[in-house]
């Protein structure tokens, strides 16, 4: 069954955060993502707080989407 809430992103964040930074970090889940909107916000909001996406989209034209709108922003 897919994750469509981030539960799984999530615990595995929590595990690597807890090894290399203490815990300390803030932990964002959406659930749901459906629409390109979206994700257009999601990826805005990481980068204007200089932050890290992990995600676990499985549907190709989301997955696609995302990864495109994340390389739109990424450095070089």
């Known amino acids: 069954m897919p994750d ?3 539960e799984t ?3 595995v964040t929590r595990a690597a955060v807890s090894q290399f930074n ?9 659930p749901f993502v459906k629409d390109s909107e979206e ?3 999601i990826v805005q909001q990481a980068m204007q707080n200089n932050s ?5 989209l499985v549907m ?5 989407m995302f990864l495109s709108e994340a390389q739109k922003h ?3």
């Open 9 to 11: 992103a999530e615990l």
């Open 52 to 56: 890290f996406i992990i995600f676990t």
């Open 4 to 6: 469509s809430i981030g």
């Open 39 to 41: 994700i257009v916000e």
């Open 60 to 64: 190709p034209n989301l997955k696609g």
């Open 74 to 76: 990424s450095e070089t």
């Open 22 to 30: 203490s815990g300390n970090a803030e932990i964002r889940r959406f």
